[in-house]
């Protein structure tokens, strides 16, 4: 053990009136000294010295000043560790604790600012143009991980006034043992520390696991379990290392875009398709929505048209508006003017393969919120108007036949 004496550092000789006070109150002004000269040097480095830096360095996220700022800590520590010996009456005991307490909070300053100059190492590098393609961030968290192990074993050894190497030498006889007993434990913890430093799940995330039956909203994050309250009001119970082993889906994003989307399809019975008559297109424009589309159109084709005819070709060659064409740029038109469907994201109205059961024309979008039963309404009034708007345009919807089919075809 470590022998700390005050007989020859003692505060009365440098205080004369010191020496008339009782020993007790001697004790309890030299603390009161030593706790103003601890708060005047720390108010000095974080408010004047760190001011005066902070001008000379670049106002951006990359700055230094972080890893400054706990570097500063260790000045008023120190401040304290050499004045504790001069405090009058203390018994070594105490003057021992105090300073190897302050021993290893000075360790984890410096293991915090390493760890912070490590993490602005991460997001410099990140500037970089190859930094996609070759991330250092599993470095980084890796070198955090030794870092922090090391601070951890000379921390103990600074609290309990002992060597290094013999707190390691004792490690090694129990790793065997700890990692058979805990490894339940250990596995949770570095899943944890993943979860968490990687921002990977919150409580109140909404995520899918189907593996293991879950799709609702975290409730409870722990050690060992995370807590998943399903949309029927279930309770399912997933390992934390499970998390990390295996996949998920978490919605978060979605929630935090604003909008949610939305990708269905509509199956038309393709043997309605077909060129719109000079009628049909009249009564087309009178739909407002379309009228912008049809004259674009009008005009383009009747170019195309005119080049063939001063060409001498056929009739057969010629271009023409196609009913289901008109209406996909309906229902685009018709989801830009809706007031519930987001216009900063993806918006479109394709055709997909066909099928036995019909042509698809799906719909993708996004609504203007997030929110289930809102967003379900509208995706409904989005349907409702597409089925009943398709006998303007010469469509109908495809489905199988029914018995109810059979019977009026065979009535008739």
């Known amino acids: 053990m470590r022998q700390i004496t005050t007989q020859s550092l003692d505060l009365a000789d440098a205080i004369p009136f010191l020496g008339h006070l009782p020993p007790w109150a001697e004790t309890l002004l030299g603390l009161a000294l030593l706790g103003m000269a601890s708060w005047i040097a720390n108010f000095i480095v974080k408010h004047i010295v760190l001011r005066i830096v902070t001008r000379w360095l670049p106002h951006d996220d990359l700055t230094p000043l972080p890893v400054a700022s706990r570097l500063a800590n260790i000045v008023p520590a120190l401040i304290v560790s050499s004045g504790i010996v001069l405090v009058p009456n203390l018994p070594p005991a105490v003057v021992t604790l105090v300073s190897n307490v302050v021993a290893a909070s000075i360790i984890l300053f410096v293991a915090m600012a390493i760890s912070k100059a490590l993490g602005l190492g991460n997001e410099i590098y990140e500037h970089r143009p190859d930094a996609a393609s070759r991330p250092i961030k599993g470095y980084i968290q890796l070198l955090k991980i030794v870092l922090y192990a090391g601070a951890a074993i000379l921390i103990v050894a600074a609290l309990m006034d002992q060597s290094p190497l013999l707190l390691l030498s004792g490690l090694g006889a129990m790793a065997a043992v700890l990692l058979l007993v805990f490894k339940d434990t250990i596995l949770s913890l570095v899943a944890s520390v993943q979860l968490t430093s990687n921002d990977m ?212």
């Open 201 to 412: 799940i919150r409580v109140g995330d909404w995520i899918e696991m189907p593996a293991l039956g879950a799709d609702g909203d975290v409730i409870d994050i722990a050690l060992h379990t995370i807590k998943v309250q399903n949309w029927d009001k279930t309770i399912s119970t997933i390992p934390t290392h499970r998390l990390i082993s295996e996949s998920f889906k978490n919605w978060r994003g979605m929630s935090e875009s604003g909008g949610r989307r939305i990708k269905r399809s509509l199956f038309l019975d393709q043997n309605g398709v077909r060129f719109l008559t000079a009628e049909e297109k009249r009564k087309l424009r009178r739909f407002q929505l379309l009228d912008a589309y049809l004259g674009r159109k009008q005009e383009e084709l009747g170019e195309w048209n005119a080049a063939l005819e001063k060409a001498g070709r056929d009739p057969i060659n010629e271009r023409n508006v196609t009913n289901i064409g008109t209406f996909r740029a309906y229902m685009v038109e018709y989801l830009r003017a809706h007031a519930q469907v987001a216009q900063g994201m993806t918006l479109m109205v394709r055709q997909l393969d066909p099928t036995p059961q019909g042509l698809p024309i799906e719909i993708y979008c996004f609504t203007s919120t997030t929110a289930w039963t809102a967003y379900e309404d509208i995706q409904s009034d989005l349907f409702d108007h597409m089925l009943a708007i398709l006998p303007e345009f010469g469509l109908r919807p495809f489905q199988q036949p029914s018995g109810l089919d059979l019977q009026r075809a065979f009535a008739a």
